[in-house]
């Protein structure tokens, strides 16, 4: 089994017409989760911030992307529901033997990254195809078993462990604690919806794995 990182600056992205287009209208946008694989494309759960003077409506202007509902809006950070339906998107979730590790997205300054796991083989094969379709400015492999401690952890993304960590030491989890996830999302300059899903995600991958030790 493998790990695989791959990272996009924002310079190198925007050669893609199709991210350009995006970045016109966004911000930034996160997928938090998929909600669905359909035949048309993947029911994405997501987080954007609109770009000044743009309309969540915009997004549905592009041809590969549709807003189907608003969910919440905190501070200018707006949760949707989007259907999908551009070819890179499907074929990374589709792939077989490939997990595909939400929260990633497209950010304006910071760029892009995306982590999956899965079957070393199938990993290899499409890191070459992206290679050749959007070549990534880093990509980081590494073993799962190799970097395996108690093996908790070892299906969170690393804002996930962040999040966690910083709960943990804020006394989130202690039994008579005052703390809330606004503090935390706060400390982290993060919207509570944002951190509140991350944590959700994050308790869920954990709690699997004491499931499976019990």
Not at 63 to 79: Q, R
Not at 151 to 178: C, F, H, K
Request: proline share 3%; charged share 30%.
């Amino acid at each position: 089994m493998r790990r695989v990182s791959l990272r996009w600056k924002i310079s190198s992205l925007r050669g893609s017409n199709d991210i350009s287009r995006i970045l016109e209208i966004v911000d930034s946008i996160e997928v938090l989760g998929h909600l669905a694989v359909r035949e048309d494309g993947v029911v994405q759960l997501a987080e954007i911030v609109l770009r000044e003077g743009m309309q969540l409506e915009d997004l549905s202007s592009l041809e590969w992307l549709e807003v189907l509902e608003k969910h919440e809006e905190d501070e200018g950070v707006i949760v949707v529901s989007l259907l999908c339906t551009h070819p890179f998107a499907k074929t990374a979730i589709e792939l077989s033997n490939i997990h595909v590790q939400p929260p990633y997205g497209i950010d304006s300054e910071r760029g892009m990254e995306m982590r999956m796991s899965g079957l070393s083989g199938s990993i290899r094969r499409f890191v070459s195809l992206m290679r050749m379709v959007m070549p990534p400015d880093k990509i980081s492999v590494h073993s799962i078993r190799e970097n395996a401690t108690n093996g908790w952890t070892s299906d969170l993304t690393e804002r996930q462990r962040e999040v966690i960590s910083l709960a943990i030491r804020m006394g989130y989890y202690d039994p008579n604690s005052n703390v809330k996830l606004k503090d935390i999302a706060d400390e982290m300059d993060m919207a509570r919806s944002t951190l509140g899903e991350h944590i959700k995600r994050a308790e869920y991958e954990i709690m699997k794995k004491v499931r499976e030790d019990l």
